[in-house]
């Protein structure tokens, strides 16, 4: 068990009357015992911020995502990808992405707006067509 000397310089308050003064005129509203447990409490409360390991991490979240594995396209959906490409030819993709990204043309149809809804327009980027079969 500590005194009350012990905790106020754990806690960094000052040896002199005047700092330990200021410090316990905040509990001057309580009677007592209480006024003692407060300032005890938040001596506690100060030694432990003074105490606790810096932690050189960052406090904010970070969230790491693993790569999904998404479902398969359906033949609808592939054959809807390749009628978007014969139509808007080399740069498909980019319109592609554009339209999913509410610029114009708006030709995308439901089919390519619930691919973009289920796989993420990242997803297009590395998406490729499949080969055409050799005759």
Not at 127 to 132: A, D, G, H, T
Request: with cysteine; net charge positive.
């Amino acid at each position: 068990m500590s005194t009350i000397g012990d905790l106020e310089r754990r806690a960094g308050i000052g040896v002199s009357p005047a700092e330990r003064t200021a410090f316990w005129l905040q509990f001057h509203h309580l009677e007592g015992e209480a006024c003692l447990n407060a300032g005890v409490a938040e001596l506690r409360r100060l030694i432990a911020l003074r105490e606790a390991p810096a932690d050189p991490r960052p406090k904010t979240r970070t969230v790491s995502r693993t790569r999904e594995t998404l479902p398969p396209l359906t033949p609808e959906q592939e054959a809807a990808l390749q009628a978007y490409a014969a139509r808007h030819g080399r740069r498909w993709k980019s319109i592609l992405n554009n339209a999913w990204l509410g610029g114009p043309p708006y030709d995308d149809g439901g089919l390519l707006r619930g691919l973009r809804n289920s796989h993420g327009p990242t997803w297009l980027q590395s998406y490729r067509l499949p080969k055409p079969a050799k005759r």
